[in-house]
């Protein structure tokens, strides 16, 4: 088990280093329309289990990516069991390496098209890239949680790269990414402005008469 741990760790360097050859932190897509990164959460609300299925559209073909999440806050009762590959995108990707961090409650997939020198990258398109299956808690509620992208150590953002090695940054939608828990979301809190509200200010205060006026 520790030298599976070491590989996965070795892998995810590999990835890294591939994934970093780009000196430019953009959120644009130059290549055409934004490359999106997708997650749906289908979950059996009768039992215990859930599946984030984890899609990508792309307009230009792809060597790599990293594909980090959040799945709680370090304190929310799920559990990452595994992510898989097959009957995906990327089934056939030389490289496809996953490290689950339990305590921080993220998983960080890394994907290489090709470390032969044989394989086609991805090619352009839309469809599934893992899978990604979760444990929940039984006759338990917690709060609701969204999958979400993150920022992992040590330095791995949801990020593709091309063939010739240009970065893409995705746009991310995890809006069907709900994990449900059964205590909803508590909505932001607003701010109150300290502000008078309009009108009110000049109806507390009666005018003032110009100074130098004579009274008649």
């Not at 609701?144 to 150590?153: A, E, G, K, L, N």
């Not at 809006?175 to 402005?193: A, C, H």
């Amino acid at each position: 088990m520790r030298d599976m741990r070491f590989y996965l760790v070795l892998a995810m360097v590999v990835v890294g280093l591939t994934l970093c050859s780009s000196p430019v932190f953009s959120q644009r897509d130059t290549f055409g329309k934004p490359d999106t990164c997708r997650v749906v959460v289908s979950q059996d609300e009768k039992g215990n289990q859930a599946m984030a299925s984890v899609s990508v559209f792309n307009d230009e073909e792809l060597a790599a990516m990293t594909i980090p999440f959040r799945f709680g806050t370090g304190t929310s009762p799920i559990r990452c069991d595994s992510v898989r590959f097959r009957r995906t995108r990327t089934e056939e990707f030389d490289m496809k390496t996953q490290l689950v961090d339990t305590v921080r409650q993220t998983v960080l997939i890394g994907l290489v098209a090709d470390m032969s020198g044989n394989k086609p990258p991805l090619a352009k398109g839309n469809g599934e890239v893992a899978r990604i299956y979760f444990t929940l808690p039984k006759n338990t509620k917690f709060q609701d949680v969204f999958i979400d992208t993150s920022w992992v150590r040590p330095f791995n953002v949801l990020k593709f790269v091309t063939p010739d090695v240009k970065s893409v940054f995705p746009v991310f939608d995890n809006s069907r990414g709900m994990l449900k828990g059964g205590i909803p979301i508590p909505p932001p809190v607003e701010k109150k402005s300290e502000a008078p509200a309009k009108g009110k200010e000049s109806e507390s205060k009666e005018p003032t008469p110009a100074t130098g006026t004579d009274k008649k």
